[in-house]
């Protein structure tokens, strides 16, 4: 039985860890021995219905977005602030690097973030 649970070990090997683990960690092998094995199958299988709930979601989300933008009219909403913006970022593709300031705060104070944790 000790060659099919352990095919690379002797008995020997075996009997000689169990001593060590024994005289090392004599509560927790008692633990082991005294209670079952923990089931945590049902744990995975819900993990996985999760995750691919959230993956289904994520992608509805998607086409959703794909839809309400391809519903809209780009002459509609194109604006000079838009095309400038659009031009500018064209520009720092080519080859510029350098921090643009936008009309969004929130957009500045992240650039700001990142450009003081790119100067470290």
Known sequence: MIQQL???????????????????QRLRLHEALANRAKD????????????EIA???KHNSNL????????????ETATPET???VT?????EEGEI?????????????IKEIDGLLRL
Do not use: W
């Open 6 to 24: 352990f095919p690379g070990r002797t008995r020997r090997q075996v009997k000689l860890k169990y001593k060590k683990e024994e005289r090392q």
């Open 40 to 51: 945590h199958t049902h744990f995975k299988i819900v993990i996985e219905r999760l995750q």
């Open 55 to 57: 993956a289904e979601e």
């Open 64 to 75: 959703d977005d794909s839809v309400d933008l391809a519903d809209e009219d780009p002459a």
């Open 83 to 85: 095309n400038e913006e």
């Open 88 to 92: 500018k970022y064209e520009q720092t």
């Open 98 to 110: 350098e921090i643009m300031e936008t009309d969004v705060p929130e957009f500045n104070k992240l």
